[in-house]
């Protein structure tokens, strides 16, 4: 039981770090981007890259701080990787989406996003092929703190929960200190009105990929470290996320969080109500008994 | 070792006799298809090697002289669009034979609606599901489908005679979500449960999820004191690496589908010194250590990884059996595989000596027994494998054999389990 | 020649049958505006639903029932509309993307049941042993294909023309209605919620035929056929036929379809080898490149709705139009 919590709540970190610049675009930009979670992907390859080139220029920064399977070379690689991948989302908006935005409906964008999502997935195959991979292949053992009830935990399932809460605490910070997050609020909760008042949309749009994708990399990272990156991470995540944003309610970032903690907590406690094969669709069916019940998920606004 | 001579002595005295290479006919060319899923990790290494046995067969002279062929296609793991090009490749490109698929779930298809109506032979390196025998059994496959995968049922048996033999009286058993998953995970557990070992929980992996941590904590629970693990390395490395940093046993015993290089290496070779492995037949004739070095030159690794000398070895036998077959139809050619594969033939090795004598003697109207990578293979009347069992472990260099289990020695085991 | 006109035959039965799955869809996005996410949910019900009343005895299994062929058919396309009513109660009158995102799932829920229900679907290893309408009495491979074909054909002919119809009568004009407006429907004392809940299950059951047909055509079933790409080639089709326009969904057919699968044949007899075994993975970044440019290119598709009363396809969404019409 309480294992089951524990390991929710370490996946739901990661599933919230996702959902948050999710629940953002869909919010601001009005449309589903089924093409968001190949931003995880994006992100753990990226960071891999620069962890790989770190460590071949200053190999002493390879060096894992026991018991973490975690380096200096890792960290300052999942924040380049942060950067990057935000800029790698801009790309894809200038691309595609804000042609888009100007000429077809939101639906298009939204099946545009799965051809996005195709393309980013196959070209990461291409690049770094098709096996797995992993950041450090140690074995990071859990440490018993409880026999019973059995409670096994990693470092780095801590390390990995921390991080991500800092992630979140900086995100929160920049949106409620900060001028551009006021714009960003603004722009979230009244587009027409931000404008009347100069705020100029496209810089509110960048600013938007900018926090999803640099979380969405630090979410793919974080997952990288806890599991293997794989070229179609993505895909199996994409439901996952969706589910998060949904339980929030679409545009809240608190939303979204306890969304992804949420969707987290249910796929690790489904096993001990149904066979493991069921597990898939457990995603789903946080989805269907939100809207069942709240229609506009739990924290957004009716309307 | 002395098979390996005389085949080495043969093969010098041949090379004595025939023109130094037998130079191709360029203007004529033969054609072989092949469908599988080569965008997905396992599927493409499986391409490859089905292409390296037909380079190797051009180097050796080809298919009466012409040069072969292989229009691979990617099933793309979809049984739609593995269907469609299967259809296209004997439609449009007239290819006799057709390689492939490797899911049970686009093979079947394939089988049903193009090769057998079409009458076109196909090969299937790696469908393990017991439903093609059903298939056969009821006479629909008009002698036309083979797979050089050893049955599930054949697995099974052998890996509970590993736990067995090794004492193990407690197994969690995790396999992957799929038919060939699902069957030999229910096989599995029912073979154990015969031989009085206790099955604390059987769980499916299916490929594709987030985190299997729920999965290994809830059998790590039930506290086994051996695992069994019918899984592919992409989902089978997640899975050991949660269980081994969880505290689980680390006494393993796996299918075939595990021995792989990306799976050791992934999941760190000190881990997993009390893995034991059950395949159909990496046997240690020379043939299977002649497959090694051959794969070992070429990819330079080691062929660790599913369905790789089955791929091989499917290729290999059909472009025999094309050679042996006096017409090029599907029928003639799969009615020539028992001509490959006969057991009183003349052992043939998989290398450009022993394919060029395979020539000279399928010509002179002899029976052979090809010997591949997964030993002398030969076929029941479903197509089906019937090969003697081994049993790997992981090591520094890939793999070592650790026990070998003749095909009287399993068949006898079998029956005792079905008493 | 007797090869082409048989893979001819053989891809026109699939193609045609896809075409019946994007008619459905078009009845529910091109006239309705309801954004179906899971395609192959209804697709994949149908299918097992019909395989299961007409198919083979399976030991230890649910199904064996025997029934004649059209009213197994019957019963898959009613089992798709079924679970079409009991979804569509919960998640029509839900704004779209949540729609497509709910429906996106019950495609995954959908496949999960047929992997894991052994007793049911017969688990991963699917159901094979159909036999074919009248297979028996046809033993040309070849005839059949051409057989097989003309049911095919009639279906879509005749799901053609009742949805022809359907769009020009009064509830045709309704549809559009609630798409272009709902809250200017509901004015007119129309109950929008009711009638977008037919045009789903309507929708479902055309998809659900296209199923029965699809499994009837390779006499075999299995979670394989359900992946969620299917959902994205039916949109794909769509999409670039031109949502709206039954003529423009059937020739969009044609052009995605044909462009998968030539695709996949151009990689494989003109790249080399050594590129071959990329080739499945190009040919993905070929298919997405492929839709992206189309839907910069053409937005509204190769055949636009004719009855252009449309604005909400081509006019630009910014952000505070989109908030009024949420």
């Known amino acids: ?135 450090s292949d140690e074995i990071s053992f859990a440490t018993m703190v409880s026999a019973d009830p059995l409670l096994l935990i990693k470092p780095d399932q801590v390390a990995i929960l921390v991080m991500a809460l800092m992630a979140m605490v900086a995100l929160h910070l920049l949106l409620t200190r900060t001028t551009l997050g006021f714009a960003l609020r603004a722009v979230a909760e009244n587009p027409t009105l931000a404008q009347v008042n100069g705020i100029p949309l496209e810089s509110v749009v960048r600013l938007t990929w900018i926090i999803g994708g640099g979380l969405a990399a630090i979410a793919g990272v974080l997952y990288g470290i806890d599991n293997q990156l794989s070229p179609v991470m993505g895909r199996d995540l994409v439901l996952s996320l969706f589910a998060a944003a949904i339980v929030g309610g679409l545009g809240s970032v608190s939303g979204a969080m306890f969304g992804g903690f949420i969707v987290g907590l249910a ?34 606004e009716t309307r | 070792m002395s098979m390996k001579t005389t085949t080495l002595w043969g093969a010098l005295a041949l090379g004595v006799c025939l023109p130094a290479a ?183 992996i299916t490929d594709g999820q987030s985190s299997y941590r729920s999965e290994v904590t809830e059998a790590l629970k039930t506290q086994p004191d051996a695992i069994y693990m019918a899984l592919y390395p992409s989902e089978g490395t997640l899975v050991t690496r949660e269980w081994i940093s969880l505290g689980g046993t680390q006494n393993m015993v796996v299918a075939n589908a595990l021995k792989s290089d990306e799976y050791r290496d992934n999941v760190g070779l000190k881990y997993l010194g009390n893995l034991v492995g059950h395949d159909s037949a990496q046997p240690r004739t020379a043939s299977a250590e002649d497959f090694v070095a051959l794969y070992k030159a070429k990819f330079n690794a080691e062929p660790n990884g599913p369905g790789l000398p089955n791929s091989f070895d499917a290729a290999m036998i059909a472009l025999l059996a094309m050679q042996a077959s006096a017409e090029s139809t599907g029928p003639a050619i799969a009615a020539s595989v028992g001509r490959v594969t006969d057991p009183a033939g003349e052992a043939i090795f998989p290398n450009k000596e022993g394919l060029e004598k395979a020539i000279k003697l399928l010509d002179e109207g002899k029976n052979i027994s090809y010997q591949g990578g997964t030993g002398p293979v030969t076929f029941d009347k479903n197509g089906d494998v019937s090969a003697p069992a081994v049993a790997w472990a992981f090591d520094e260099s890939g793999t070592r054999e650790v026990k070998y289990f003749t095909l009287d020695e399993v068949n006898a085991f079998i029956a005792t389990l079905e008493k | 020649m007797i090869g082409i006109i048989s893979y001819l035959t053989f891809f026109l039965t699939i ?28 697709f994949g019900t149908g299918a097992y639903v019909m395989v299961i009343l007409a198919g083979p005895e399976r030991a230890g299994e649910f199904g064996g029932f025997g029934l004649a062929w059209p009213l197994a058919m019957i019963g898959g396309a009613l089992g798709a509309g079924i679970l079409a009513f009991i979804v569509g109660l919960a998640t029509t009158r839900l704004r779209h993307d949540y729609l497509a995102i709910a429906t996106f799932g019950i495609a995954v829920a959908v496949e999960v049941f047929a992997r894991n229900a052994t007793f049911w679907t017969g688990g991963a290893k699917g159901i094979r042993g159909f036999e074919r309408p009248l297979e028996a009495f046809i033993s040309n491979p070849f005839v059949y294909g051409l057989f097989y074909l003309t049911i095919v054909l009639a279906v879509i002919l005749l799901v053609y023309l009742a949805l022809e119809r359907l769009v020009r009568s009064p509830f045709g004009r309704l549809l559009r209605a609630i798409r272009e407006d709902e809250t200017a429907a509901r004015s007119l004392g129309k109950y929008p919620a009711r009638v977008r809940l037919q045009a789903f299950v309507l929708g479902a059951i055309i998809m659900g035929l296209a199923g029965g047909l699809y499994a009837t055509f390779y006499a075999f079933i299995s979670p394989q056929d359900l992946a969620p790409i299917l959902t994205f080639q039916i949109w794909a089709m769509l999409i670039v036929g031109g949502a709206g326009n039954n003529r423009g969904a059937i020739a969009g057919t044609f052009v995605v379809w044909g462009c998968w699968v030539a695709s996949g044949w151009a990689l494989s007899s003109f790249a080399p080898a050594d590129v071959q075994i990329y080739a499945g993975t190009l040919q993905y970044i070929l298919i997405g490149l492929l839709i992206v440019g189309m839907l910069l290119a053409k937005p509204r598709g190769l055949l636009p709705e004719k009855l252009a009363v449309s604005t909400h396809s081509f006019e630009p969404v910014t952000p505070a139009k989109a908030t009024q019409a949420s």
Request: hydrophobic content about 50%; charged content about 15%.
């Open chain 1, 1 to 135: 039981m309480i294992q089951a919590l524990f390991d929710g709540i370490l996946v739901g970190s990661i599933l919230s770090l996702g959902a948050i610049g999710l629940t953002l675009v869909m919010h601001i930009l009005k449309f589903a981007n089924f093409s968001h979670a190949e931003l995880l992907s994006i992100g753990a390859y990226c960071a891999l890259t620069f962890d790989t080139v770190l460590a071949a220029i200053a190999p002493p920064m390879a060096t894992l701080f026991s018991p973490f399977s975690m380096s200096a070379a890792l960290a300052l690689a999942m924040l380049a990787s942060a950067a990057f991948t935000g800029g790698t989302a801009i790309i894809v908006d200038q691309l595609v989406f804000r042609r888009l935005r100007n000429k077809a409906g939101a639906l298009t964008m939204v099946f545009a996003s799965f051809g996005v999502a195709l393309i980013i997935r196959n070209v990461i195959g291409l690049i770094f092929g098709l096996n797995t991979q992993r950041y």
């Open chain 1, 267 to 300: 796929s690790s406690f489904a096993i001990l109500l149904l066979p493991a094969g069921y597990k898939p669709a457990i995603p789903f069916l946080v989805i269907l008994v939100t809207l069942y019940i709240r229609p506009n998920g739990l924290f957004g």
């Open chain 2, 22 to 204: 037998p130079a191709l006919a360029q203007d004529c060319t033969v054609k072989i298809g092949a469908v599988l899923p080569t965008t997905v990790d396992w599927g493409r290494p499986i391409a490859a090697t089905a292409q390296f046995a037909v380079d190797l067969f051009n180097e050796a002279g080809g298919v009466k002289g012409c040069k072969v062929e292989m229009s691979l296609r990617d099933s793309q793991v979809d049984p739609k669009i593995g269907v469609d090009a299967a259809k296209a490749l004997v439609d449009l490109e007239k290819v006799p034979v057709l390689l492939g698929a490797v899911s049970s779930g686009v093979s079947m298809p394939i089988l049903t609606s193009v090769t057998v109506p079409s009458k076109v032979m196909q090969m299937s390196c790696c469908s393990s599901s017991t439903a093609f025998t059903g298939v056969a059994e009821e006479g629909k496959t008009d002698g036309l489908w083979f797979r050089t995968f050893a049955t599930t049922r054949n697995q099974s048996a052998v890996a509970a005679l590993l736990t067995q033999e090794r004492g193990y009286k407690k197994v969690a058993i995790f396999y992957k979500n799929d038919d060939w998953g699902q069957d030999i995970g229910k096989l599995v557990q029912a073979d154990l449960e015969k031989l009085g070992i206790e099955v604390t929980s059987s769980t499916a």
């Open chain 3, 15 to 42: 193609t045609a049958v896809l075409a019946i799955a994007v008619l459905g869809l078009n009845l529910q996005w091109g006239n309705t505006g309801i954004f179906n996410g899971g395609v192959v949910a209804f």
